[in-house]
């Protein structure tokens, strides 16, 4: 039932930023948590961010808390996920995810979109 599409990743230097977009399309969405994952190379699939698209409630994991910002625009459609102070550590993978409110698991992935950080 819903349809997500990653971009804006690319090449960027430690302590610099990006800015990821997930354009969202299907019906319902509005009943969704939208989520942000990354997976670096070996290494398992990690959360990193979500968001309630009815109230824009955050959740955050510790390791990007204070550094990454994740919000929605409603009337485009679009999670964002706003990365500052870039270490190379966050070098990955990183794929929008969406759920029921009330589900534990992500059904709904993108296709990623890569994240390097250049020491």
């Known amino acids: 039932q819903v349809q997500l599409v990653e971009s804006g990743g690319g090449l960027v230097q430690a302590g610099g930023s990006l800015r990821l977009s997930c354009g969202v399309s299907g019906r319902t969405f509005i009943r969704y948590t939208m989520g942000w994952f990354r997976q670096a190379p070996g290494a398992e699939r990690e959360f990193v961010a979500a968001i309630n698209w009815r109230n824009s409630s955050t959740h955050y994991a510790d390791s990007v808390k204070g550094r990454f910002t994740i919000s929605r625009d409603m009337a485009k459609n679009t999670v964002y996920l706003e990365m500052n102070s870039l270490k190379p550590d966050d070098t990955a993978v990183y794929y929008c995810?969406?759920?029921?409110?009330?589900?534990?698991?992500?059904?709904?992935w993108g296709q990623g979109t890569q994240v390097t950080v250049s020491s």
């Open positions: 995810a969406a759920r029921e409110v009330v589900a534990l698991r992500y059904v709904y």
